[in-house]
């Protein structure tokens, strides 16, 4: 990134903050931005004051740019994405809120007939084709004890489906530039923003530059095992390496940040350092993205791997309500330590 | 409605608004897993949508506010004390959590949440009912934001167009969320909407148990004798944020009546004596199943319940 240069640490911003920011900047420079979904305003009329969506993302949207920019829907998800898909055929930008992704599961017709594969019909070759730039916004994760339908990762399920670009930051600075990314890309991008992660403050640039689609970043150097990891596992994995480092052992801990299309490259030139694998994810346990990971690296880097690639999922059942149920269901700090040390020492 | 009917309706009443009442003094201090979603408001009509249903052949759905639905289909109040809190003695062990009671056995099928989800499995009830000849009925009861929902709108015409004696309730709380009704609904009303499939439907004040009684029992009647679909639209206000916990920046300050305030006048015209023994006698119950709901284990991996 050229930015990166003169970077400047100037600010530490909340995920949804950055992203409040990175909208306006859009929404200011680029008149055909507009943004659909439930919830977004939530205006008290006597008042004037407002909700700004359910995490506060959109928060002063409406105020700054109008209703007819920021558009409140009903609960009708199947109708509001399918509307994005045709506004962006026809001259705007929409970014579309869905809540929650478990809500994707009512809409997933416009989600993967529709908008996934329109842009491809329209012509054989990427020329021929019309540009679709949507955007969907949507919340994955679990740990706040919202139960099964309010706290999937569904990027695995998403990442099947080609014609969609997939991506799930796990700090403000990504998902802000990745938004951007979004925004400025003619293809469908579907961003995945953790809910656990909302809250927290990190250090951004102030500028909030944009990060470009389908490049991983290395969070962390290290010799012995390579952890690839998304969105809320990425501080998990870090401070995995960090205890492991007090013991010796070092790790590269690798961000993909966009889950599809997936810097191969970066894992495989990693993997041909380490020879050891490990994918941390909260998504699916059966062919997601740890297993797509794993399946990559075990048939193009076969003779670097010095022992069976590992991956640390949640269980194959779905996201219990009681605590102590959704804590043994997420993956660990202890999980991760526990599988360096078994890698390392049977090779 | 018989003035021993009337006592039985404001003792249950008086027990759900107690129940929820805890569930939001725990959700405030933190003993709820997750965000809850209270009924308050809505008890006086659901209370009566019970003892107008026959729950041995009838089956319902709800949906993420269904907290007095489960409890007044008879599930066993620990159990959905237990279920709210994350608790061994819940209806399903704590898996399910507050937006997903199910209490099968009680023909309460599920609440749900996803919004409007739950109206075509009532629909499966009502098929069910009708080729089994159980002479039962499907009920599904969402709120009005679960109107605009496409599976909701499916269904409505697909009750229609195959016979089935299902019974379509909504809730008018006036919000889905911060959203007002009037602000997502368009121009036409819901009822007006559900009379566009075809479908028999009625608009009644879901807070005037003299009011919705009579349009309640007719409906109910019509949908079993006729073996075919009805739709009922109630007001109910929502008395509190969408879930415990928010802030309601959004709402406009309106004085709301409390549907409870009306029972217990009603309750005193008709020279009910003891009321306020009732009310204590039924907020010890709903008091002590919680208690005795948060004496049961945390559940835990591999805990047997
Ligand atoms: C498909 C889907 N979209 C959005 C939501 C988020 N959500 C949960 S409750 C709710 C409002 C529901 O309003 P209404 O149906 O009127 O019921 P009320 O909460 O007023 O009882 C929304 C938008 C959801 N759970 N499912």
Redesign the interface.
Known sequence: MKSQINSQISESLSIANALNQAMHQIMQSDPSVIMIGEDLIGENLATGAELGGVFGVSHGLAKAFGRNRVIETPISETAFVGMGIGAAMTGLKPIVEIMFCDFMAVCFDQIINQAAKIRALSGATPDKQIPMPLVIRTTIGAGDGSGAMHSQSLHGLLMQIPGLVIACPSNAGDAAGLLKAAVASEDVVILMEHKGLYETRFPVEASLPIVPLGKGTLVQKGHDITIIALSAMIPLAISAAEALKAEGYTMDVIDPRTVSPLDMDMILNSLHKTGRLIVVDEGAAIAGFADHVIAEVSSRAFDALKCAPRKITPPHCLVPYAPALEAAYLPTQANIIQTVKGMIHES | MKIDELRILLSECFFYRAFEDEISRLAQRGE????VHLSRGAEVFEAALMTALDLSVDHMTGSHRSHVLALASGADPVAVAGEIL??NC?LSG???????LLSYDTGFLCS??????QVPIAAGAALSAKINKTGGIGVAVMGD??T????VLETMNMAVSLDLPLFFIVENNGF????TTS????AVSVVARARGFGLVADQTDGSEVRAFYPVLMRLIDYVRSQQKPAFLEVSVPRLGGHYEGDGE?????TPLIDPLDLLSDLADQAEIEGISDIQSMAEHKALSAIQTALKSP????NAKS
Do not use: D, F, M
């Open positions: 709820t897993p997750g965000l994350g608790r819940g704590g898996v399910a959590g507050t937006q997903h749900n949440g996803i919004v409007g989800a934001g679960a605009n929902q496409g599976a889905a969320q911060s959203t602000n997502a609904g368009g920046i959004y709402r406009t300050q945390k559940a835990e991996p």
